[in-house]
């Protein structure tokens, strides 16, 4: 795709979980817990407000459609603060240092006066119906040419468990989000920007590393298409995929706008009973929801309801999606039809009591009156959309790179005051006392100079979760191409091996370096010994399960018997037989020794023999 | 510059536009278009130009007339609120349309008037504001409501509830209300209490009481009897406890079904009176080790004194001597326990039996702040000392429960 003939801008907000001691506004730890060491369950009802602009904000609306109930899990490392039943504490110094750090790195101007501000997010995962935030600095420069527009340090949402429950345990973590200015114009360019802010987070060695602590938002638009937000786009790789997928969804959406327009399409106002059609219908879906099915006529959507927007989405998907938040599964449309257990005759029933000609779709959704009647107009509204174009909305990615409406792109009226948390000062006397690290492309061209490690290594240990491990390993003395092998080649080929290696403590990674250090274990034994690590065993039992190490008299003993025994075939092919003679002696030792001691001692034992 | 007025600020070199909201120590608090709010030197801020009156539209409400009538009477308590965009203060709704509006079910469960006698932080309020409560109350009863909801800051609620109890004799519901969580936020306990207390306002009860969470979690409220509730947490929305009685009540939510107690005063049970005299020359004083006997001094003044004593009924013997002046120079002296559970017995210990000699009143098992209401309320009827012993001995309004009974 040629994006720049397509106008393509796009800019980025990145969430990062800081690593401090407490919680932004209580005293909690920052850590995460298992759902069944919950100790407690709160449950209660959300409802939106009026705001300081005497208006709901349409994205609260939106999700007030359904009245919901929530239910919230409780922990011993959660307190009355997360369950919405005490006042915040002040900010905590902590993550605002840190948010203060990361601003200077982005030379961005501090705000001299922050205040704490309640977003409206009434979706469940905040118990107060609001996340606290403040706007901490803004206008900085990121990679060159980057704009940096604001940095905000705010709580963590609780984890969603089902759809109506919520871990608290997440909730209040303090989080940086990091706005970019729309100033990328390509797939490739959106990932690299989002790698340096992520290595620049990294430096401040005061981030969460691991699944779910870095979240990025992507922001896109095309020349005459919309501002699109995809929340949750964990992964860098799948970055310039959703990027492009997005640019893909909003060309489509352009061109069936265009043909709609052509055809005279037209979205009718009403919906339609069409409950006693599916009386006796063999369709799972309508039957375990039967109490009403609603229909509706989409005049010259034949064949456009149901084609592709991106891979695996349709209109119809979206319009499903809109459906979706009156609480109903989902709609069946007649460009699919028949299928999923509604038979031919039910589509012909269904055309004609909608009055629906060769060239008209005919959606249709079940649940109770309420809902189906809900979730018609909402599906009828999108169609509505595809005659305006591309509508600005907030979705979510969905696993392979394409993505999902969520709701509509909150407008400004979502802030008010968090009243209960007094404003900070920032002096300069404090942004000139912090620190700038050490960024980690310097750290890595410091690896290669100081450590004589491979400038690709040297990269790939400054930007890995084990950077902390590392330094560690050589402060206690380990050689450094020990440890960089062990801690990147190998705990990253286990992991490709499906082995999570990711519980196994610094401390034991160490101790296990420094035995392989001073030859008491095999380097061959090392992902043996890892493997029964990841599995629970402490270091002891795995060492001893990957069999105990071979002594080098031991060694010289078992050498000596299988030369003996192939006395006549070294004699023949002399040092060649080095080969096929060490391989009989590794299948022996394998793990238990280092091979290049076994090299050693075979050639001397073969020497001794020619 | 004034609220709502347009300006520009430059910021690392770049030039915002923002909304002017309100000086805070010595900063400009500005709000910029994505919503939030920054503090900036004045020095650093330009006036573009004046700000739009803004103006909130409120959507009409209609009220069903066939529906029982209910008063609503507001002291300041944020059962419904909103947030002032220009100054970012929360402030009270209290007429019915904006009560109504912020909370429409309401206009399902009755129709509403309102009366705002006052509108204060519930800890400025004070005994002569509990007088003007009671004479609103009994204006709006006579004038044929059906049941009343006073809402009020939880601070100091079970105090006014307490004083209304004593000076009225109510054959309709008189429901204390408010929020343990500001009723702006989307998760406030306003709602669920406010409806639960319009509940419990049509039903068949016929007494004061105070409507709150039965809970943290937004299932039910309980309805207590304003003589023996008691705040007995900060922040919680189930703050409100019922000290050595059952709540009167429950109402589920959201269905708002109301349970009475067997317990509970019905409806038209008592005429209704006011009897709106009290003597506010009272005191409630904590007795702690090593208690000053000089700070006894300061209430020599004084008609009443409630102490809260140590365990049964106690205070160190070096008080006794100022005590025993006290009672001989006319102060009523009424023991309680800061146990807050159980019942004063001064016949166990010396010093009790000693205080009992010097002439103090045994509190029974009252709580110590409807203890000293109740004498405000008593001193304001009668100067006789054996009438006001027997009268603060007796139970009158549910104060005093004559029987410990286990489990409570």
Same mark, same amino acid.
């Given at each position: 795709?040629?994006?720049?003939?397509?106008?393509?801008?796009?800019?980025?907000?990145?969430?990062?979980?800081?690593?401090?001691?407490?919680?932004?506004?209580?005293?909690?730890?920052?850590?995460?817990?298992?759902?069944?060491?919950?100790?407690?369950?709160?449950?209660?009802?959300?409802?939106?407000?009026?705001?300081?602009?005497?208006?709901?904000?349409?994205?609260?609306?939106?999700?007030?459609?359904?009245?919901?109930?929530?239910?919230?899990?409780?922990?011993?490392?959660?307190?009355?603060?997360?369950?919405?039943?005490?006042?915040?504490?002040?900010?905590?110094?902590?993550?605002?240092?840190?948010?203060?750090?990361?601003?200077?790195?982005?030379?961005?101007?501090?705000?001299?006066?922050?205040?704490?501000?309640?977003?409206?997010?009434?979706?469940?995962?905040?118990?107060?119906?609001?996340?606290?935030?403040?706007?901490?600095?803004?206008?900085?420069?990121?990679?060159?040419?980057?704009?940096?527009?604001? @940095?905000?340090?705010?709580?963590?949402?609780?984890?969603?468990?089902?759809?109506?429950?919520?871990?608290?345990?997440?909730?209040?973590?303090?989080?940086?989000?990091?706005?970019?200015?729309?100033?990328?114009?390509?797939?490739?360019?959106?990932?690299?920007?989002?790698?340096?802010?992520?290595? @620049?987070?990294?430096?401040?060695?005061?981030?969460?590393?691991?699944?779910?602590?870095?979240?990025?938002?992507?922001?896109?638009?095309?020349?005459?298409?919309?501002?699109?937000?995809?929340?949750?786009?964990?992964?860098?790789?799948?970055?310039?995929?959703?990027?492009?997928?997005?640019?893909?969804?909003?060309?489509?959406?352009?061109?069936?706008?265009?043909?709609?327009?052509?055809?005279?399409?037209?979205?009718?106002?009403?919906?339609?009973?069409?409950?006693?059609?599916?009386?006796?219908?063999?369709?799972?879906?309508?039957?375990?929801?039967?109490?009403?099915?609603?229909?509706?006529?989409?005049?010259?959507?034949?064949?456009?309801?149901?084609?592709?927007?991106?891979?695996?989405?349709?209109?119809?998907?979206?319009?499903?999606?809109?459906?979706?938040?009156?609480?109903?599964?989902?709609?069946?449309?007649?460009?699919?039809?028949?299928?999923?257990?509604?038979?031919?005759?039910?589509?012909?029933?269904?055309?004609?009591?909608?009055?629906?000609?060769?060239?008209?779709?005919?959606?249709?959704?079940?649940?109770?009156?309420?809902?189906?009647?809900?979730?018609?107009?909402?599906?009828?509204?999108?169609?509505?959309?595809?005659?305006?174009?591309?509508?600005?909305?907030?979705?979510?990615?969905?696993?392979?790179?394409?993505?999902?409406?969520?709701?509509?792109?909150?407008?400004?009226?979502?802030?008010?005051?968090?009243?209960?948390?007094?404003?900070?000062?920032?002096?300069?006397?404090?942004?000139?006392?912090?620190?700038?690290?050490?960024?980690?492309?310097?750290?890595?061209?410091?690896?290669?100079?100081?450590?004589?490690?491979?400038?690709?290594?040297?990269?790939?240990?400054?930007?890995?979760?084990?950077?902390?491990?590392?330094?560690?390993?050589?402060? !206690?003395?380990?050689?450094?191409?020990?440890?960089?092998?062990?801690?990147?080649?190998?705990?990253?080929?286990?992991?490709?091996?499906?082995?999570?290696?990711?519980?196994?403590?610094?401390?034991?990674?160490?101790?296990?370096?420094?035995?392989?250090?001073?030859?008491?274990?095999?380097?061959?034994?090392?992902?043996?010994?890892?493997?029964?690590?990841?599995?629970?065993?402490?270091?002891?039992?795995?060492?001893?399960?990957?069999?105990?190490?071979?002594?080098?008299?031991?060694?010289?003993?078992?050498?000596?018997?299988?030369?003996?025994?192939?006395?006549?075939?070294?004699?023949?092919?002399?040092?060649?037989?080095?080969?096929?003679?060490?391989? @009989?002696?590794?299948?022996?030792?394998?793990?238990?020794?280092?091979?290049?001691?076994? !090299?050693?001692?075979?050639?001397?034992?073969?020497?001794?023999?020619? | 510059?004034?609220?709502?007025?347009?300006?520009?600020?430059?910021?690392?070199?770049?030039?915002?536009?923002?909304?002017?909201?309100?000086?805070?120590?010595?900063?400009?608090?500005?709000?910029?278009?994505?919503?939030?709010?920054?503090?900036?030197?004045?020095?650093?801020?330009? *006036?573009?130009?004046?700000?739009?009156?803004?103006?909130?539209?409120?959507?009409?409400?209609?009220?069903?007339?066939?529906?029982?009538?209910?008063?609503?009477?507001?002291?300041?308590?944020?059962?419904?609120?909103?947030?002032?965009?220009?100054?970012?203060?929360?402030?009270?709704?209290?007429? +019915?349309?904006?009560?109504?509006?912020?909370?429409?079910?309401?206009?399902?469960?009755?129709?509403?008037?309102?009366?705002?006698?006052?509108?204060?932080?519930?800890?400025?309020?004070?005994?002569?504001?509990? #007088?003007?409560? +009671?004479?609103?109350?009994?204006?709006?009863?006579?004038?044929?409501? *059906?049941?009343?909801?006073?809402? *009020?800051?939880?601070?100091?609620?079970?105090?006014?509830?307490?004083?209304?109890?004593?000076?009225?004799?109510?054959?309709?519901?008189?429901?204390?209300?408010?929020?343990?969580?500001?009723?702006?936020?989307?998760?406030?306990?306003?709602?669920?209490?406010?409806?639960?207390?319009?509940?419990?306002?049509? +039903?068949?009860?016929?007494?004061?009481?105070?409507?709150?969470?039965?809970?943290?979690?937004?299932?039910?409220?309980?309805?207590?009897?304003?003589?023996?509730?008691?705040?007995? *947490?900060?922040?919680?929305?189930?703050?409100?406890?019922?000290?050595?009685?059952?709540?009167?009540?429950?109402?589920?939510?959201?269905?708002?079904?109301?349970?009475?107690?067997?317990?509970?005063?019905?409806?038209? +049970?008592?005429?209704?009176?006011?009897?709106?005299?009290?003597?506010?020359?009272?005191?409630?004083?904590?007795?702690?080790?090593?208690?000053?006997?000089?700070?006894?001094?300061?209430?020599?003044?004084?008609?009443?004194?409630? #102490?809260?004593?140590?365990?049964?009924?106690?205070?160190?013997?070096?008080?006794?001597?100022?005590?025993?002046?006290?009672?001989?120079?006319?102060?009523?002296?009424?023991?309680?326990?800061?146990?807050?559970?159980?019942?004063?017995?001064?016949?166990?210990?010396?010093?009790?039996?000693?205080?009992?000699?010097?002439?103090?009143?045994?509190?029974?098992?009252?709580?110590?702040?409807?203890?000293?209401?109740?004498?405000?309320?008593?001193?304001?009827?009668?100067?006789?000392?054996?009438?006001?012993?027997?009268?603060?001995?007796?139970?009158?309004?549910?104060?005093?429960?004559?029987?410990?009974?286990?489990?409570?």
């Amino acid at each position: 795709m040629d994006y720049k003939a397509l106008g393509l801008t796009a800019g980025i907000e990145i969430h990062q979980q800081l690593d401090t001691a407490e919680k932004l506004y209580c005293r909690c730890p920052t850590i995460l817990r298992n759902i069944d060491e919950r100790n407690g369950e709160i449950r209660r009802y959300l409802r939106a407000t009026v705001s300081e602009m005497g208006v709901i904000d349409r994205a609260a609306e939106e999700e007030m459609k359904q009245m919901r109930f929530f239910s919230y899990y409780a922990y011993n490392t959660t307190c009355l603060v997360e369950n919405d039943d005490e006042p915040p504490t002040p900010m905590n110094p902590e993550a605002l240092q840190i948010t203060l750090t990361i601003a200077k790195m982005l030379s961005m101007t501090p705000i001299s006066q922050v205040h704490t501000m309640r977003k409206m997010v009434i979706d469940g995962s905040n118990t107060t119906g609001f996340q606290r935030t403040a706007l901490v600095a803004m206008n900085g420069i990121a990679g060159g040419n980057c704009i940096i527009e604001s @940095i905000c340090l705010e709580e963590e949402a609780a984890q969603r468990v089902t759809d109506k429950t919520f871990s608290l345990d997440r909730l209040g973590i303090p989080l940086v989000e990091i706005t970019t200015a729309p100033c990328m114009h390509t797939p490739e360019e959106v990932k690299e920007i989002a790698e340096y802010i992520g290595m @620049i987070l990294r430096s401040t060695r005061k981030v969460k590393r691991g699944l779910g602590t870095i979240r990025q938002d992507v922001n896109i638009s095309i020349r005459d298409g919309a501002r699109v937000e995809i929340k949750g786009v964990q992964e860098l790789d799948l970055i310039p995929e959703v990027v492009s997928r997005e640019v893909e969804r909003q060309v489509s959406l352009l061109a069936i706008r265009e043909e709609l327009r052509s055809r005279g399409a037209e979205v009718p106002q009403g919906e339609l009973d069409v409950t006693d059609l599916f009386s006796s219908t063999k369709s799972k879906v309508l039957k375990k929801k039967a109490p009403c099915i609603m229909a509706a006529t989409l005049k010259g959507f034949a064949g456009i309801v149901g084609r592709e927007i991106q891979p695996g989405r349709r209109l119809g998907s979206e319009m499903s999606d809109y459906a979706k938040k009156c609480g109903v599964g989902g709609l069946f449309h007649t460009d699919e039809l028949p299928a999923y257990g509604v038979t031919e005759e039910e589509v012909a029933a269904l055309r004609e009591r909608a009055l629906a000609g060769d060239g008209d779709c005919v959606i249709i959704v079940s649940g109770t009156e309420q809902q189906a009647t809900c979730a018609i107009r909402q599906a009828l509204k999108r169609a509505g959309m595809a005659l305006e174009g591309v509508p600005e909305e907030t979705r979510k990615m969905l696993p392979e790179g394409s993505s999902a409406y969520m709701r509509p792109l909150p407008g400004a009226a979502r802030m008010y005051p968090e009243t209960d948390v007094l404003p900070v000062e920032i002096t300069e006397e404090m942004m000139a006392a912090i620190d700038l690290p050490e960024l980690l492309v310097e750290v890595a061209a410091r690896f290669t100079r100081e450590l004589g490690i491979d400038s690709a290594l040297a990269r790939h240990i400054a930007y890995s979760d084990r950077l902390p491990t590392f330094e560690k390993a050589i402060a !206690a003395g380990i050689k450094p191409s020990l440890a960089a092998r062990t801690l990147i080649s190998t705990l990253r080929e286990l992991s490709r091996d499906g082995v999570d290696c990711g519980g196994i403590p610094d401390e034991t990674l160490i101790d296990l370096l420094l035995r392989v250090n001073s030859g008491e274990v095999a380097k061959e034994a090392i992902p043996d010994i890892l493997r029964a690590l990841a599995g629970g065993a402490p270091l002891e039992e795995a060492i001893q399960s990957v069999g105990p190490t071979f002594s080098v008299s031991d060694l010289e003993t078992l050498i000596e018997g299988i030369v003996a025994e192939r006395a006549e075939f070294i004699r023949d092919r002399k040092m060649a037989s080095l080969g096929p003679v060490m391989g @009989i002696v590794m299948k022996e030792v394998r793990g238990r020794i280092d091979g290049q001691i076994v !090299a050693d001692v075979l050639k001397r034992s073969i020497e001794k023999r020619i | 510059m004034k609220t709502g007025d347009v300006v520009s600020c430059t910021i690392g070199g770049k030039t915002v536009e923002a909304v002017y909201i309100t000086e805070r120590d010595e900063r400009a608090v500005l709000k910029l278009s994505s919503g939030y709010n920054i503090g900036v030197p004045f020095s650093e801020v330009l *006036h573009v130009r004046d700000g739009e009156e803004r103006k909130g539209v409120e959507p009409p409400v209609v009220q069903d007339s066939k529906l029982p009538e209910l008063a609503i009477i507001s002291t300041g308590g944020t059962i419904a609120s909103r947030v002032d965009y220009r100054t970012g203060a929360v402030t009270s709704r209290s007429t +019915a349309d904006e009560i109504i509006s912020a909370i429409p079910r309401l206009a399902t469960i009755g129709r509403f008037r309102t009366s705002q006698p006052f509108s204060i932080l519930s800890e400025n309020m004070k005994p002569s504001m509990w #007088i003007e409560l +009671a004479r609103c109350i009994y204006d709006q009863i006579q004038a044929g409501a *059906h049941g009343v909801i006073v809402t *009020h800051g939880t601070d100091t609620m079970a105090y006014s509830a307490s004083a209304v109890s004593f000076m009225l004799d109510t054959p309709v519901p008189v429901i204390f209300v408010g929020s343990q969580r500001s009723a702006d936020r989307p998760s406030s306990d306003n709602v669920m209490n406010a409806l639960c207390s319009a509940a419990v306002a049509s +039903a068949n009860l016929g007494e004061v009481a105070i409507c709150m969470h039965g809970t943290v979690n937004d299932d039910y409220c309980a309805v207590h009897r304003a003589t023996r509730v008691r705040k007995m *947490h900060t922040s919680r929305r189930d703050a409100f406890q019922s000290i050595g009685a059952e709540p009167v009540a429950t109402v589920t939510y959201p269905d708002l079904e109301v349970s009475l107690h067997a317990d509970a005063i019905g409806r038209e +049970a008592q005429k209704l009176a006011l009897r709106d005299t009290m003597e506010e020359k009272c005191a409630l004083i904590s007795y702690y080790p090593g208690m000053d006997p000089a700070i006894l001094d300061s209430y020599t003044s004084y008609r009443g004194l409630v #102490i809260a004593g140590t365990g049964l009924g106690h205070v160190g013997t070096a008080l006794m001597e100022r005590i025993r002046e006290l009672v001989c120079n006319g102060t009523t002296i009424v023991m309680t326990t800061q146990c807050l559970h159980g019942r004063v017995c001064d016949r166990v210990y010396d010093t009790g039996r000693d205080l009992l000699r010097a002439g103090v009143i045994e509190g029974e098992d009252m709580l110590p702040e409807t203890a000293l209401v109740k004498l405000m309320w008593v001193l304001g009827q009668t100067e006789n000392p054996e009438e006001i012993r027997q009268l603060m001995q007796e139970n009158l309004k549910g104060e005093i429960v004559r029987r410990s009974v286990y489990g409570l």
